[in-house]
C-alpha cells in the first residue's frame, strides 16, 4: 500500500510575502527569472550560475545583469549570500543538466559519483549541506526519466536528504500542452519548501495550435537543410528503436496529497510503476 501524506491538513500554504531573492543554479538563460516576472512577482535576481559563456551572456541580455561564468563544482554554500532569511524569501532552483538523463541522450544517469552530466545533482547537496541558512523554496524542473526505473534510487536518495533537511518536497509532471502552449512538452517539476505546502495549477483547455504561433514568411535561412532534417529522422528512429526493443522504462509514481499534487518527502520510499514512453519532442499541430 503506497503511503500518504497529510501534511496539508496541518500546514497553512505557502504564501510570498517578503522580497524575494532569486538564485538559479544553472541557470541557461533564465527561465525561472522569466516567469516571475510574467507573474508580477518582484524579485532580485541574486545570483545566477552557470559554466557556459553563451548562456551567462544571454541571461545577462535579457535580465540586464553581469554575471560571470561560474563552475559549480567550485561554488561554495557561502557563496549563494543567503543572510537574513527573515526578511526574504530566498528560491533556489536547480534544474540540473538532462542530457545523462533524457530518451535523446545517452540514459548514463545521475548515479552519485557517477560522473555524468546530470549527476551535477550532487554538487547542489554539497552546497546545500554546506549552508548555515537555508534558502526557504527550492525548485527543480527536468526531463520525466529523472524518476524512471532507471533513476528513481537516486531520485528518492536526493528526496530523503531533502527531508532530512527539513524539506517537504512535492513533484508532478506536468505537461506544457495542459498549460496553454501547443507543444507536448512533459517535464517532472519538484518543489520543496522548508514551512508550508504547495498544490501544483490545475490544467487549462488548450486554445492555440502549432500554426497559431507560427510567422506566416520565414526566410530560407532558419530552415534545416535536407541533410540535418535526414539525420533528425534517422534519430529518432533509433530513439524509438530503442525504446521499443527495451520495453520502456518503468516511473515512480507518488501517492496523491490532493488531486493534482504529490507529497513525496516519505511516500517517494515506496517505488513505483507506469510508463515514460513519450514523444519528447512532439508539437500539436492541430
Avoid at 513525496?264 to 507506469?274: C, E, Q
Amino acid at each position: 500500500m503506497e503511503q500518504i501524506s497529510f501534511d496539508h491538513l496541518t500546514k497553512e500554504r505557502f504564501i510570498i510575502d517578503k522580497p524575494v531573492r532569486l538564485i538559479e543554479l544553472f541557470c541557461g538563460i533564465g527561465a525561472f527569472s522569466k516567469a516571475l516576472t510574467r507573474l508580477g512577482v518582484e524579485h532580485e535576481s541574486y545570483r545566477a550560475v552557470d559554466f557556459c559563456k553563451y548562456k551567462i551572456a544571454g541571461f545577462n541580455a535579457i535580465h540586464g545583469m553581469k554575471f560571470g561564468t561560474t563552475d559549480i563544482t567550485e561554488l561554495h554554500g557561502n557563496d549563494l549570500g543567503i543572510i537574513d532569511a527573515e526578511d526574504y524569501v530566498y528560491i533556489l532552483t536547480y534544474s540540473f543538466p538532462c542530457q545523462d538523463l533524457s530518451n535523446a541522450g545517452k540514459r548514463q544517469g545521475m548515479k552519485r559519483d557517477g560522473g555524468t552530466r546530470s549527476g551535477l545533482l550532487w554538487e547542489v547537496e554539497r552546497i546545500i549541506d554546506e549552508l548555515t541558512e537555508l534558502p526557504q523554496v527550492l525548485i527543480m524542473e527536468n526531463v520525466v526519466a529523472v524518476h524512471d526505473s532507471a533513476n528513481v534510487d537516486s531520485f528518492r536518495e536526493w528526496v530523503i536528504f531533502l527531508e532530512s533537511k527539513g524539506y517537504t518536497s512535492y513533484s508532478e509532471d506536468l505537461n506544457a500542452k495542459d498549460y496553454e502552449v501547443p507543444q507536448n512538452r512533459d517535464r517532472c517539476f519538484m518543489v520543496s519548501l522548508l514551512d508550508g505546502f504547495y498544490t501544483f495549477p490545475l490544467p487549462v483547455p488548450l486554445a492555440e495550435t502549432l500554426k497559431d504561433r507560427l510567422e506566416p514568411n520565414v526566410d530560407e535561412k532558419y530552415y534545416l537543410s535536407d541533410e540535418s532534417v535526414q539525420k533528425l529522422l534517422n534519430s529518432t528512429f533509433e530513439q524509438q528503436t530503442r525504446r521499443i526493443q527495451t520495453g520502456g522504462g518503468a516511473v515512480a509514481q507518488y501517492a496523491p496529497e490532493t488531486p493534482k499534487t504529490r507529497s513525496v518527502s516519505k511516500a517517494v520510499r515506496k517505488g513505483g510503476r507506469g510508463s515514460t514512453d513519450r514523444h519528447e519532442w512532439d508539437m500539436i499541430y492541430e
